[in-house]
């Protein structure tokens, strides 16, 4: 059974910083070949991608609204995905998930719990 749990949310003052992890098991492939990517969402509004890295080729890709801030990276050796935040702003506030896409086909596509982030102003 695939799992994806994400920690690291919590409450910062803006300006602070905040990294989220996101661990994985049960994929039926190797981490390596899945997309690893961190959305958020607002209550009310539609989930947001912001971040997003493949293993090798391209680099990372950022939302526009987060750039320079924020820094998606992995480790396939834990099969782990990290998005380290910083300069947090109050408009970052937002439920963040984890999802893992596998490169080959989409169908095989998984989402975290989610973790809450909240920035006080």
């Known amino acids: 059974q695939v799992q994806l749990v994400e920690s690291g949310g919590g409450l910062v003052q803006a300006g602070g910083s905040l990294r989220l992890s996101c661990a994985a098991s049960?994929?039926?492939?190797?981490?390596?070949?899945?997309?690893m990517k961190w959305y958020r969402q607002v209550q009310g509004k539609e989930r947001e991608l912001v971040a997003a890295i493949t293993n090798g080729g391209s680099g990372p890709t950022y939302a526009d609204s987060v750039k320079g801030r924020f820094t998606i990276s992995r480790d396939n050796a834990k099969n782990t995905a990290y998005l380290q935040m910083n300069s947090l702003k109050p408009e970052d506030t937002a439920v963040y998930y984890c999802?893992?896409?596998?490169?080959?086909?989409?169908?095989?596509?998984?989402w975290g719990q989610g973790t809450q982030v909240t920035v006080s102003s």
């Open positions: 049960g994929f039926t492939f190797s981490f390596t070949e899945y997309v």
């Open positions: 999802n893992a896409a596998y490169r080959w086909n989409p169908a095989y596509r998984y």
